[in-house]
């Protein structure tokens, strides 16, 4: 069965991101979140619909310069 919600490092496994780019992600109100106490949620429906909309440019990580 499909869980309601997931914590933000599950919704990091799941799209193989690093756990602070999750994180921005849901500060930055690019991924829809919910905030019960200390925890922060992603809702199901909302990730999927996150990605039905095209989330891989949004997570995408940019390289310093002097890496380039």
Known sequence: SVKPVLTVEEVADLLHI???TAYK???RGQL???RI????LVPTS???QFLQ????????????????
């Open 32 to 34: 829809p979140s919910v």
């Open 25 to 27: 992600a849901v500060r």
């Open 46 to 48: 909302g990730l999927l």
């Open 18 to 20: 690093g756990r602070s």
């Open 53 to 68: 909309d095209g989330a891989d440019p949004v997570l995408r990580v940019t390289k310093p310069s002097s890496c380039v």
């Open 37 to 40: 106490g200390r925890r922060v």
